[in-house]
C-alpha cells in the first residue's frame, strides 16, 4: 500500500460541455478529496463534476468571476472516471486527493 501523499488529479481551464477530465490509471485507487472551482467567463448556468453513478458537486446559477470550494471524501477505483459537465461559458478547476497503489497477490 502507498502512503497517502496528495495527489493532483485535475487543475486546467475548461470549455463549456461534458467530457472526461480523469481517469484512475491501472492499478490505483483515488479518493477525491478537494474541488476548487472558478468561473473564467462572462457567467455560468451550471457546473457538475460526477464520479460513477453521481455528481459529486452540482453548482447552479454561477455569477462571473464565483469560486467554490467543496472537500469531502470520494473514492474511485481504476478505470473509473471523473465526469464534468458546464454550460454557460468556461470554468477553471482543480482536483486534489489521494492516489494509493492498490496490494497485488
Not at 501523499?5 to 478529496?33: D, E, I, L, N
Not at 472551482?37 to 457538475?48: A, E, Y
Not at 452540482?58 to 455569477?63: C, E, F, R, Y
Amino acid at each position: 500500500m502507498s502512503l497517502p501523499y496528495s495527489h493532483r488529479f485535475v487543475a486546467a481551464q475548461y470549455p463549456a460541455g461534458s467530457m472526461t477530465v480523469y481517469t484512475v490509471p491501472a492499478g490505483y485507487r483515488a479518493v477525491v478529496r478537494d474541488i476548487t472551482v472558478s468561473v473564467t467567463g462572462s457567467g455560468l448556468s451550471t457546473f457538475q463534476l460526477w464520479v460513477p453513478g453521481s455528481p459529486i458537486l452540482q453548482l447552479v446559477s454561477l455569477a462571473a468571476n464565483a469560486f467554490n470550494h467543496w472537500d469531502g471524501h470520494q473514492v474511485l477505483e481504476a478505470g473509473e472516471t471523473l465526469q464534468l459537465i458546464t454550460s454557460g461559458g468556461p470554468v477553471l478547476i482543480a482536483v486534489s486527493g489521494y492516489l494509493l497503489t492498490m496490494a497485488t497477490g
